[in-house]
């Protein structure tokens, strides 16, 4: 996926060292293909900042759900470098992964995990970037196919932690999702689905 | 757009991204040592995650078929599902999946050219 945003950006006409800057200081996969997309159309500086920032609005909930699975009585590292590299793929691997670590291991493998994901991310996009371009020259398939990597990404997300919740609440926020869809835009339309997976959680969790 | 004007945005929006990531867990910190959450508060919690990546899947698939979807759309989207399938059941982790997916998605499209 790295490999692939460093693509899109290149072929979107940004320079590959501004596709690498991008993933050093945003670090926020969907959102940075959102992100070029927006700049690229040559959309108004605030609405850029105020699209893309409301598209990571959902990792407002990632923390302090991250945080309650770690062991809050040994804490040794620093909240602000554990809070850094809180992407969804970071968090959906941590929150399938950590309750088979013991409690004093937790924190330093999250870290772990952290760092090799954005190091990873950083080093694709480069390689994307820099010698992406003969590649997609070179064929019209890898240029359409590009459009998938998001969509599989997602789905092998949702495949990592469909077993934490249960179906209702990933079948209501793919229901509020659609139904968001035909009436607010699309940031708006995941808000909804988020907020009515957790509405349906808690409703659940109460009526127990 | 200038190049300038792309990096301050550039920054902006990284610096609001860290802090919508880092500002929650302080508060979460700072109220874990007043006191517990309730149990359904937690459930609710650990719902916005997996329904976040549940809405961002629809929100992808919306935007690969419509206007309308069509079988010459829907072919490889099922083959690229299939392919993240099988890449997660027998190799495990998430980025041998998606490649899975990726894969069979464009050998799709190739076929059908």
Redesign the interface.
């Known amino acids: 996926?790295a490999i692939?945003f460093g693509l899109a950006a290149i072929h979107a006409g940004?320079?590959p060292w501004?596709a690498v800057?991008?993933s050093i200081?945003?670090?926020?996969g969907?959102?940075q293909f959102i992100?070029i997309t927006l700049?690229a159309g040559?959309g108004s500086?605030v609405s850029?900042?105020g699209i893309?920032?409301l598209m990571?609005?959902?990792?407002?909930?990632?923390?302090?759900?991250?945080?309650?699975r770690l062991d809050?009585s040994s804490?040794r590292l620093p909240?602000?470098l554990?809070?850094?590299g809180?992407t969804?793929?970071v968090?959906?691997?941590s929150?399938s992964k950590l309750a088979e670590r013991p409690g004093h291991e937790r924190e330093y493998w999250y870290a772990g995990l952290q760092l090799g994901a954005y190091l990873a991310w950083v080093a694709g996009t480069a390689l994307g970037a820099y010698f992406g371009k003969d590649w997609l020259q070179s064929s019209a398939?890898?240029a359409?196919?590009l459009?998938?990597?998001?969509?599989?990404?997602?789905?092998?997300?949702?495949?990592?932690?469909?077993g934490?919740?249960p179906w209702y609440?990933?079948a209501?926020?793919?229901a509020?999702?659609?139904i968001g869809?035909a009436v607010l835009p699309?940031y708006g339309?995941?808000v909804?689905?988020?907020?009515?997976?957790?509405?349906?959680?808690?409703r659940?969790?109460?009526g127990a | 757009?200038q190049?300038g004007?792309?990096?301050?945005?550039?920054?902006?929006?990284?610096i609001?991204?860290?802090l919508?990531?880092?500002?929650?867990?302080?508060?979460?910190?700072r109220d874990?040592k007043s006191g517990a959450r309730p149990?359904?508060?937690?459930?609710?919690?650990?719902?916005?995650?997996?329904?976040?990546?549940?809405?961002?899947?629809?929100?992808?698939?919306?935007d690969?078929l419509s206007p309308m979807p069509t079988w010459k759309a829907g072919m490889?989207?099922l083959a690229?599902?299939a392919?993240?399938?099988l890449?997660?059941h027998y190799l495990k982790t998430?980025a041998w999946?998606?490649l899975g997916?990726?894969l069979a998605?464009?050998l799709v499209?190739?076929a059908m050219g």
Request: net charge positive; glycine share 10%; aromatic share 10%.
């Open positions: 996926m692939s940004f320079a501004v800057l991008i200081l945003v670090y926020a969907a959102a992100l700049l040559g500086p850029v900042i893309v920032l990571n609005v959902r990792h407002v909930f990632y923390g302090p759900a991250l945080a309650s809050s804490r909240t602000p554990l809070a850094a809180l969804d793929e968090f959906a691997t929150i398939v890898l359409q196919t459009g998938f990597v998001l969509p599989a990404l997602f789905f092998a997300l949702l495949l990592e932690i469909r934490i919740v609440v990933l209501g926020a793919a509020m999702t659609l869809m699309a339309a995941i909804a689905g988020m907020l009515a997976g957790a509405l349906l959680r808690f659940r969790a109460r | 757009m190049t004007t792309v990096i301050w945005i550039v920054v902006v929006i990284g609001g991204t860290y919508i990531r880092l500002l929650p867990m302080l508060w979460h910190d874990g149990a359904n508060w937690r459930y609710a919690l650990d719902a916005v995650g997996p329904s976040a990546i549940v809405a961002l899947l629809v929100l992808s698939f919306w690969m490889p989207i690229g599902l392919g993240v399938w890449g997660k998430i999946a998606t997916g990726v998605y464009g499209v190739g």
